[in-house]
């Protein structure tokens, strides 16, 4: 291959429309290869009419297409013979639907159309086994993370549709790493609405984008779909399967999954991402796996997992809609943990050592189902009931000793529980809309009712002891027992929650579709039953007789609030804005049956604001800025001054005098993405200030005993901005470069207590990132990028020291398509942590590899896979704040290394054809 013969060009004109010479803005500009049809470049016209494209070609002549919603394509055969070629004016006329058009082999790459951006799949080329996610990473102006989060120009994309219908309940991770590019025909990219929203016309802020992929007639027919499996060392093993049904508007989709590698399960076929989309998990504290705000069930440490889903949509009749979605989810997991805590109090310090194992084992069902009836052409009914179960069962076990400065023993206690759960939900959300005329009103009614019960058997066996100083020898103390609690007991828990919530909404035009009065009235109630009884153990009968009142609750929560509020709202071509106010009237009040004295009811009453302003310059930027005033009412467990003496070693009381906190948030950003020189800048600025914020109270007596309680400060803020910019350099028709550099800052004021004392903490952050993407077309990918953390904490406390913080991390990925049918990928981390105290790991390097060879003409897949290749994933931290410093550790999973095999089928499309070649080159 020879890559110097390919030279420079720049071909630049002017777009009009033919009857009335008015210049054309946002039309695609799209230069194609004669011998191929494959895309050189592309480009969109600006404000004026006016373009550019540049590019590098090897090629003599070229063929220019000009594509405008409306307007006839324009085609003009181009001799690439000078660097800079002037066409002047182009004049471009209206449509008819004439049969010429039909010469014309290719779609425009990118087309804007009002408020959509639309991308043609087929002008973008990809691997032969891409998936949607994979399709996504090679469009402009789009990102797609390590996490699977995806940013369209900036703009986080919340919801991704098919056909402009769910799958699997909006899940983007699903859809993105489950349906493959092949049978996408376009990609159209618009802001995030309900489905009320969109009916109505309404403008909203933009901050969130909604992907829907298009799917044409001809490939919505028939099954397709996957199955792998694989079997590693260590007696690691996953499997996962799925099979979609599409006829039109009826698609039925099933999903399978099973593995005891810490992973969903549902990418285990893409090989981009690598051991089972691994890299967008997360993990709460309770042990759940949760990805894009869908739980799979799951544990810590090692982790065994099954799943199962269903998803259903059709249409009934012309009118109505629906779609059903189930899912089920279990895990079965086992962890163990230890830490060493010092403490810092300010006049001593005192040292904690703990030691936990935990088992537990999980099951949840969820059921969605959604109805979208039109009425008529203004009048839309949308039903969304759901149902959930969920149901585990958890052994725990735990030993915790205190010591003072000196190391002398103060406290110590060990406990042993069972815990078993049971929760039902159920949901559902009813919303009318009925639009009126043709200026803009409407009337909107929303009303959501969600019922909770559980259930929970709990046995738990504890010892504490508190130890004291014995002085009648102070050369040769004694240190004896003072206090010690046995607790042997059974709590049977039950609790049920009731929410209802409605609101009503009515806007009234004042200038037709651009300015409007909007009347709004929400109105919910919330209230819950919880209730515990707790029964010691009876040591001479063996029987849970003893009724103990001090752990035993009958609680029952009211939360009641109503907001009238008012709003006017502006929106023309590039400017849009809304600015709104509510007077919140809410009472929380706790009925306790157990102890009537402490029943509470408490008044509220405040305004809220809501503003925000999105003005856009032109298709490639935008700026929006959002200001918010909230109110956030106590916690009724912090009003309640019930004490909480569950853990003995911390005793928990609430506050009934708490003020409720009141937040000014303010948030600003920029956007701009260059479609010509492949350019992007993001950019945002936000802050935080909290008057009256509720932070907890702790003081700690000399057994190191604590009581915590509620209180209200002042002085509180959080101050966060950063930008990004993105360069694409084109070498040559094959190869590209991409950099990146981005530079992240925080800046917050904390008020908090320490043993009683009241202390302000500051915390100032400064986060650099560079990155690149190295692509040579079909052989090689290399992408590094590197960090730096730069924090700096400060106190007006004597008892902290300030401290300074610095964190590198470096991550390096590649991939290499040589031989033909292989592919072999590679994901590097390393991290160093200069901070670490000496005796503990400063770096660490974490090495993921996968070995991929395409077989039964690419249907099939065979892979080789390492985890943690350098075995260096051993999970101890350490931690460290203005209370604390802590050392810890975990049970992680470690290498392995597994062989699998996957199979995709596919009957979509002309007698079960679906070609995925012929397509433009995107370079």
Do not use: C
Request: glycine content about 6%.
């Amino acid at each position: 291959m020879s890559f110097s013969q390919s030279k420079s060009f720049e071909i630049s004109g002017t777009l009009v429309a033919e009857d009335d010479q008015s210049p054309l803005e946002s039309a695609t500009i799209y230069l194609e290869r004669e011998k191929d049809s494959s895309l050189i470049t592309y480009t969109i016209s600006d404000k004026n009419g006016n373009f550019t494209l540049q590019e590098r070609s090897s090629d003599k002549a070229a063929n220019m297409y000009v594509s405008f919603v409306g307007y006839k394509t324009y085609y003009q055969r181009i001799l690439l013979d000078k660097e800079k070629i002037n066409l002047s004016k182009i004049a471009l006329a209206v449509s008819d639907n004439a049969l010429d058009e039909v010469v014309i082999k290719s779609a425009a790459p990118v087309t804007i159309k009002k408020d959509t951006l639309e991308f043609n799949v087929s002008s973008f080329k990809t691997k032969k086994d891409a998936t949607v996610e994979d399709l996504l990473k090679q469009l402009p102006g789009v990102e797609v993370d390590e996490e699977g989060k995806i940013k369209v120009n900036g703009k986080e994309v919340n919801k991704i549709l098919v056909n402009g219908k769910p799958f699997f309940g909006d899940d983007p991770t699903i859809t993105t790493k489950n349906l493959t590019k092949e049978l996408i025909e376009k990609i159209q990219v618009v802001d995030t609405k309900t489905k009320s929203e969109a009916f109505t016309g309404e403008v909203t802020d933009g901050e969130n984008k909604t992907i829907n992929l298009t799917i044409s007639e001809e490939k919505n027919k028939g099954v397709f779909g996957r199955i792998a499996a694989g079997a590693g060392t260590d007696e690691r093993y996953e499997g996962a399967g799925m099979l979609n049904y599409f006829n039109n508007d009826r698609r039925i989709s099933v999903l399978l999954g099973g593995n005891n590698i810490n992973s969903p399960g549902f990418s285990f076929g893409e090989i981009r991402k690598m051991f089972g989309g691994a890299n967008s998990m997360s993990m709460s504290s309770n042990g759940t796996f949760t990805i894009d705000g869908r739980t799979f069930g799951g544990g810590q440490g090692i982790t065994k997992s099954q799943n199962a889903g269903f998803n259903y949509a059709d249409v009934i009749g012309e009118k109505t809609d629906i779609s059903a979605d189930y899912f089920f989810s279990g895990s079965s997991s086992e962890n163990e943990s230890s830490s060493e805590r010092e403490n810092i109090l300010p006049d001593s310090r005192y040292f904690t050592t703990s030691h936990s194992k935990s088992i537990s084992d999980s099951d949840s069902h969820s059921a969605n189902l959604g109805f979208d009836i039109e009425v008529d052409s203004t009048f839309l009914i949308n039903i969304d009931p759901s149902f959930r179960y969920s149901n585990s069962k958890t052994s725990f076990f735990r030993d915790e000793t205190s010591s003072e400065e000196e190391n002398v023993l103060t406290n110590e206690s060990n406990t042993s529980s069972f815990v078993e759960n049971e929760a039902r939900n159920f949901r559902n959300r009813l919303n009318v809309t009925k639009r009126f005329g043709n200026k803009g009103a409407f009337l909107r009614f929303n009303i959501t009712n969600e019922i909770n019960k559980s259930s929970s058997d709990d046995y738990l066996k504890s010892q504490t002891n508190v130890y004291g100083e014995d002085v009648t020898d102070p050369s040769n103390p004694d240190y004896v027992l003072t206090d010690q609690i046995i607790r042997d007991q059974y709590t049977d828990g039950s609790g049920e929650r009731n929410n209802l919530y409605s609101s009503i909404a009515y806007r009234l035009p004042i200038i037709a579709k651009e300015l409007f009065l909007n009347f709004e009235y929400e109105y919910q109630r919330n209230k819950t039953i919880d209730t515990k009884t707790t029964r010691d153990r009876d040591l001479a009968t063996g029987q849970y007789s003893d009724f103990n009142t001090d752990l035993s609750t009958d609680f029952e929560y009211i939360d009641e609030q109503s907001s009238p509020g008012m709003s006017i709202s502006y929106r023309k071509k590039r400017f849009s804005s809304r600015i709104g106010a509510q007077y919140l009237f809410r009472t929380l009040e706790n009925i306790d049956h157990l102890r009537p004295q402490l029943t509470i009811k408490r008044d509220f009453k405040t305004i809220q604001l809501s503003s925000y302003a999105n003005y856009r310059f032109n298709d490639k930027a935008s700026f929006y800025f959002n200001y918010r005033l909230r109110n956030d009412p106590p916690q009724l467990s912090q009003l309640q001054a019930f004490n909480d003496v569950s853990n003995p070693l911390n005793t928990v009381v609430g506050n009934p005098n708490l003020e409720p906190e009141s937040n000014h948030r303010i948030y600003a950003g920029f956007n701009s993405y260059d479609f010509q020189n492949r350019t992007g800048f993001y950019s945002y600025f936000g802050a935080t200030f909290t008057n009256n914020k509720i932070v907890s109270k702790t003081t700690i007596d000399e057994d190191l005993v604590r009581q915590t309680t509620y209180a209200n400060v002042n002085g509180s803020y959080n101050v966060y901005g950063g930008f990004d910019y993105d360069k694409r350099v084109k070498v040559d028709s094959l190869r590209s470069i991409s950099a990146g550099i981005g530079v992240y800052g925080n800046f917050s004021r904390d008020i908090n207590f320490n043993n009683g004392v009241q202390y302000a903490s500051r915390v100032r952050s400064l986060s650099p990132e560079v990155s690149a993407k190295f692509e040579w077309k079909d052989v090689l990918e290399i992408r590094p990028r590197y960090s730096i953390n730069f924090s700096k904490n400060s106190y007006n406390i004597a008892a902290f020291e300030d401290r300074d913080f610095l964190y590198h991390e470096l991550r390096i990925g590649t991939a290499l398509f040589l031989p033909k049918k292989f592919e072999w990928r590679n994901d590097i981390r390393y991290n160093y942590n200069p901070n670490i105290a000496d005796g503990f790991q400063k770096s660490a390097w974490f090495w993921n590899a996968t070995l991929a060879y395409s077989v039964l003409k690419d249907k099939g897949t065979i892979t080789l896979k390492a985890y943690d290749l350098l075995n260096q994933n051993t999970n101890a931290r350490r931690s460290a704040t203005q209370n604390y410093i802590e050392d810890s550790q975990s049970t992680v999973l470690e290498r392995y290394f597994m062989l699998s095999f996957s199979w995709k089928f596919n009957s979509l499309g002309k007698k079960g054809e679906t070609n995925d070649g012929g397509g433009f080159y995107f370079d």
